[in-house]
């Protein structure tokens, strides 16, 4: 079937119940994503489909034909990393870093839609996704240093 | 000159009702008195009047998201418009501080403020009516040693002439049936003390009990299903939906625990009150049960089919799946549509979204419960069913509770009205539901709010056991 992953359009040789994360990361080889609890409970594993953060873990691709898919690859790269990855190296908002591909994904889908978003609303955008290393406070930095980029040069478009 | 004459007599005539209209409305203040002392009052009164206010479910109105208890702010969406939930702490200004007992008692009996002006029905105090003398002095004395906390609610926003206060009078001398009941509190009698706090105090028929075009209770119709803040409030009586017939035990474990294994789990607004009837006294919660099992015409009767009797026939013809570290249980087969469906769409969805978890190995909450016994799908509107797939289930803090991701952002329209059909045809032995669509497109629209309830937190579930003697598990607890 065919997937629109970061704007490429993908022939995937898979079965339609599989779930997103494992076409990304296996099929792909877009690793950004990761595998959490696989229960759609942590947000490691989010992506943007039509620009709304999704778990991947728990979204079959047949539910996906026709919808345009976005991973952190597709946002930036090392090269040329996007604000809000920028802002998340700026605060150095990783410790051991498995979240926080899925952390950067649900605030860029939240700063796309409202990129005036207050601290009350970044903290409840990002309540579903989990941090044990505790970092929420430079994640919450990063993602305010992200939404000030965007405003002031609204580079908020995925590339 | 006759036909100003005319006018002139209509204009007076006209006066004339109004004066007398309002001449007979009228409430008197009561005037308003010093905030006693919290020492004024008994302690055993106090901690009894915070187990009727667990009953009464009085925070979940009167709190606002993210601020103080009883607090109010709360905006309550009605058919006419939205109220907003006044402040019932003792501040002094702006709460019910000054409120003498009998301005309080008169408030729930006839829906009257202390300055005497009308309060909407929103407050149901056509239910609280009904609560005794020493019911009311028990709550006051709580409200009245909580701390006082200075908030005010905003305006209601009703339209003309909604916003007439005076005009419920009209509405009061209607539907207003101040209550009779009251005398006993139906003490030593378990199945009155239960229909004396479940009409009253526990106002279920506020939810569950279908509503005319002036917003009252129609009560022909009492317990028949009726809808709460873009939920179906099911039926309490002998038209239950629920596959696997509701006994008292199973509803008391469902009220305390906001779940059950042979029902499924409570949400939106019954979410709140399973979590304030965890702090509630356990005889009245075993009352209330008792009285409302009755309504079902089951009252300790053998029920007529067990959960394991259900969930059997449902899963006859399924495969069993491997039990896998991996996250996605793999359902081995597809899985024969039943009852004549051939929603294709749905069938994929279910098979390759939902299977793994509901039909899965593992054990609550990390698996599902079996959809036959979900009265999300046997129930009369797919509403809670889109609800809840659509938004999830959150979980609740340091405790087991039932879970499950929303799929809101992944599945458009189209797939979920497929999927709610093929579920419906699926699991439940009844006709298919009407426009999915409209549901689907109210249920996007309604208040995000519908997902972001709080999930009891006492421990829903028992720990893992094996899945298919959950339900026995949870009866033989009681």
Known sequence: MKLNVNGQPHDIDADPRTPLLYVLRGDLQLNAAKFGCGLGQCGACTVLVDGEATFSCVTPILALEGKGIVTLEGLGSNDHPAPIQRAFIAEQAAQCGYCIAGMMMRAQALLQKNPHAGDAEIRAALEPNLCRCGTHMRILRAVRRAAQMMQTAQAGEPQ | MRALRYFFGVCLALALVVAIFVFVARRPAIAPIEPPAANSFAAAQVRRGAELAAIGDCDVCHTAAGSQTFAGGRAVPTPFGTIFSTNITPDRDTGIGRWSEAAFRRALREGVRRDGQYLYPAFPYDHFTLVSDDDDRALYAFLMTQPPVR??????????????????????????????DRANAGQGDPLKRGAYLTEGLGHCGACHTPRNFLGAEQTSKKFTGGEAEGWTAYALDGSSPAAVPWTAEALQHYLQHGFDAAHGVARGPMAEVAQDLRTANADDVRAIARYVAAQHGGAGAPAPATGQQVSAQ???????????????????????????ATNEEGARLYTAACAGCHEGPRAAPYGGIDLALSSGITGPSARNLVNVVLYGLRAAEAARSPIMPGFAASLNDRQIVALAAYLRARFANKPAWSDIEKTVREARRAERAASTRPAPSEEAIPPPTQRTSSNETEDEKQ
């Open chain 2, 151 to 180: 908030a005010t609610a905003p305006s209601n926003q009703l339209p003309f002439p909604l916003n007439i206060r005076l005009l419920l009078f009209g509405w009061n001398s209607l539907f207003l049936r101040e209550g009779p």
């Open chain 2, 314 to 340: 449902a899963q006859r013809g399924k495969a069993t799946a491997p039990n896998s570290a991996d996250s996605q249980a793999e359902v081995l087969t597809e899985k024969p549509a039943t009852n004549g």
